[in-house]
């Protein structure tokens, strides 16, 4: 299975932005599907946007309008860009990654909006 490591999470004030990135361990990256999912304490975990191999993105309707999912094939990365954070956007943030029936999920990252 293809691994995942993501990255940029950190701590920011409400109304900041993060970019988070997510590298592929995978030489057929362009073949998958990618997600973000985010788990806050006590919640289960939800998918906040995904996007095909085609490039074609879905958001939740929590995020739509505030964050934007893309990927870079040539460097097997996805990002979610992430403007306007809310308190309630902290939460830990995990890549996804889905091909031919597998699926596979990264460690995530501690994504923190607080004053």
């Known amino acids: 299975q293809v691994q995942l490591v993501e990255s940029g999470g950190g701590l920011v004030q409400p109304g900041g932005s993060l970019r988070l990135s997510c590298a592929a361990s995978t030489s057929i990256f362009r073949f998958y599907s990618m997600a973000w999912g985010r788990q806050a304490p006590g919640k289960q975990r939800e998918l906040v946007a995904t996007i095909t191999s085609g490039g074609s993105a879905n958001y939740a309707d929590s995020v739509k309008g505030r964050f934007t999912i893309s990927r870079d094939n040539a460097k097997n990365t996805v990002y979610l860009q992430m403007n306007r954070l809310k308190p309630e956007d902290t939460a830990v943030y995990y890549c996804?990654?889905?091909?031919?029936?597998?699926?596979?999920w990264g460690q995530g990252t501690q994504v923190t909006v607080s004053s």
């Open positions: 996804r990654g889905s091909f031919a029936g597998t699926e596979s």
